[in-house]
């Protein structure tokens, strides 16, 4: 069974700094890609960043320059390094895994989420 879980998340103050980790469990041959997303309150949920099986990320304008994602040291885990953090960035930041691959199947699959909030 596959399972996706983050973790880092927290309360800073603005133009402080936080890593999230996302790390993906199971029987698993291959991951294309793993994105980040987030969800604020009253507002839809957007793409941050992402990072693909060859290395490729991309990221939202609003956190261009200041976040960073890459693959960590573990298996199948990898990190978004948030730094000069503003107030708006104040969101549920979720990790979702595409193309996820095991012996039988091929599926995307969402972590629970983790908090981040940033005061001024």
């Known amino acids: 069974q596959v399972q996706v879980v983050e973790s880092g998340g927290g309360s800073v103050q603005a133009g402080g700094s936080l890593r999230l980790s996302c790390t993906v469990s199971g029987s698993i041959s291959s991951i294309e890609a793993m994105l980040w997303y987030r969800q604020a309150p009253g507002k839809q949920r957007e793409l941050v960043a992402l990072i693909s099986n060859t290395g490729r990320t991309n990221y939202a304008d609003s956190v261009k320059g200041r976040f960073t994602v890459s693959r960590a040291n573990a298996k199948n885990t990898v990190d978004l390094q948030m730094n000069s953090l503003k107030p708006e960035d104040t969101a549920a930041y979720y990790c979702?895994?595409?193309?996820?691959?095991?012996?039988?199947?091929?599926?995307?699959?969402w972590g629970q989420g983790t908090q981040v909030t940033v005061s001024s």
């Open positions: 979702n895994a595409v193309g996820v691959r095991s012996a039988t199947q091929r599926g995307d699959y």
